[in-house]
């Protein structure tokens, strides 16, 4: 909600501060990304969600396992003028810096070693690994987010079967709607020719 901060509201909101440092007390309208970027000692990996900020529990072997698989698959055939990056914000408008997993973005839209961020125009496409404390955030807030901001390929990656394998669900945007339309659920292998030719043995991470 917007308004403005009382007397009395930044009075306790000061109090909380200095009781507690080491809790970021929000603005009365929420953090904007400018301010999420200047934030000091947050914990790694947390994220700018609708004006709040969102930290990361620990994560399990699997999370870890399926983001290496797809990194290197994603690397084997990148072409030139484009990058694959993990774990880094997508600015996604005034009140939204999600960090996906894995990003495909343009070439150009690196600018340095350090860079803490892309703009959404420059991302081709966005993974997110669902974890059990991100479910809602990663199946349901996230990709509707993404494709409000125009990036074109979405994939949604769960663990599944006895052998606790990864099940890459891809996604492209429908452009008029402004939403994602599946393209394909995929168990053993991920084989595509969008964003670029990508050929992946899912079950290769048995041997990771």
Avoid: C
Avoid at 99 to 116: F, H, N, S
Avoid at 131 to 144: A, G, I, L, N, V
Avoid at 165 to 176: A, G, N, Q, S
Wanted: proline share 8%.
């Amino acid at each position: 909600m917007g308004g403005t901060m009382t007397a009395e509201a930044q009075s306790e909101a000061s109090q909380l501060r200095r009781a507690n440092p080491e809790w970021p007390v929000p603005p009365p309208d929420g953090y904007t990304v400018d301010d999420f970027f200047t934030l000091d000692d947050l914990p790694p990996h947390t994220e700018l969600i609708d004006g709040s900020l969102v930290f990361v529990s620990p994560q399990r072997d699997f999370h870890t396992l399926a983001m290496y698989l797809l990194e290197q698959g994603l690397r084997q055939h990148v072409p030139n003028d484009l990058r694959v990056r993990r774990e880094m914000a997508i600015v996604l408008g005034k009140r939204n810096a999600p960090e996906p997993d894995l990003v495909v973005v343009k070439a150009e839209a690196i600018k340095g070693r350090r860079q803490t961020r892309y703009e959404a125009a420059d991302v081709l496409l966005a993974v997110e690994v669902v974890s059990p404390d991100s479910e809602d955030r990663d199946r349901d807030t996230k990709p509707h987010k993404y494709a409000a901001a125009g990036i074109q390929h979405f994939w949604l990656v769960e663990m599944t079967g006895e052998n606790d394998r990864p099940m890459v669900i891809t996604y492209e945007l429908d452009p008029v709607n402004k939403t994602y339309v599946s393209t394909g659920v995929h168990h053993d292998r991920l084989k595509l020719s969008a964003p670029y030719d990508i050929d992946i043995d899912l079950t290769s991470i048995d041997e990771l």
